[in-house]
Each structure stands twice: as structure tokens, then as C-alpha cells.
């Protein structure tokens, strides 16, 4: 497993913008598909984002396509999620978590597929 650790999670106006960052700590991630997650009260974890070991394959959630991007810096370790145009049910605990399998050809999207996450990062969207 891999330590993950996020940050970048706050209290935002409807409308605005976060960049949550996760960096990983022991192990290179470079070799992993990473993913974002989020989950409210009372709801499942839900999916947000994943992107490919390489970086060319990427899916995102329909709630949050072209509002939050992915992307990644292996040489900084780092996944990021950089979201804009926020709204009130966006407010979660946001997750980032490294795939359980290295190489994979697909990009993953279920919690299962993943074996390494974070402790997660707040995000409140206010209305």
C-alpha cells in the first residue's frame, strides 16, 4: 500500500473554485491509475474522477464532467483535482485513492478497484 495524503479542502461560495491536491508518501503512484471519491452524509462513496497510470485516459462522473478536472505530476507524486463552478451538493468528504493494480490498461471506478486511500479533505459548498 501506499500512504496518500490530501489537502486543499475548504469552505466555498457556490460558484467558486478548490484544487485538492494528493500526494504519496513511500511509493512512487506513478505506476497506478489514482481516483477521486467523495462521500456525504448519510450517502455511499461515490466516484468523481480517475485517471490513468500514463495520464491519456480519464473518466469523470456525469455530475461533475467539465466542471472538475484530474490531472497528474508523477515527478511530484501528486494527483490533483481542480474543481470550479462548485455547487451546495458537491459538499462531501473528498477521497483520493491509488488503484490496486499497477499498469492497468483501463481507467478503474469502483471503490473495490482501489487499494490505497486517503484520510480525506473536506469540501462545503455554501449557497
Known amino acids: 500500500q501506499v500512504q496518500l495524503v490530501e489537502s486543499g479542502g475548504g469552505l466555498v461560495q457556490a460558484g467558486g473554485s478548490l484544487r485538492l491536491s494528493c500526494t504519496a508518501s513511500e511509493r512512487t503512484i506513478s505506476n497506478y491509475a489514482m481516483g477521486w471519491f467523495r462521500q456525504a452524509p448519510g450517502k455511499e462513496r461515490e466516484f468523481v474522477a480517475a485517471i490513468s497510470w500514463l495520464g491519456s485516459r480519464i473518466n469523470y462522473a456525469n455530475s461533475v464532467k467539465g466542471r472538475f478536472t484530474i490531472s497528474r505530476d508523477n515527478a511530484k507524486n501528486t494527483v490533483y483535482l481542480q474543481m470550479n463552478s462548485l455547487k451546495p451538493e458537491d459538499t462531501a468528504v473528498y477521497y483520493c485513492?491509488?488503484?490496486?493494480?499497477?499498469?492497468?490498461?483501463?481507467?478503474?471506478?469502483?471503490?473495490?478497484?482501489?487499494?490505497?486511500w486517503g484520510q480525506g479533505t473536506q469540501v462545503t459548498v455554501s449557497s
Open positions: 485513492a491509488a488503484d490496486r493494480l499497477s499498469f492497468r490498461t483501463v481507467v478503474p471506478a469502483r471503490p473495490v478497484d482501489f487499494g490505497s
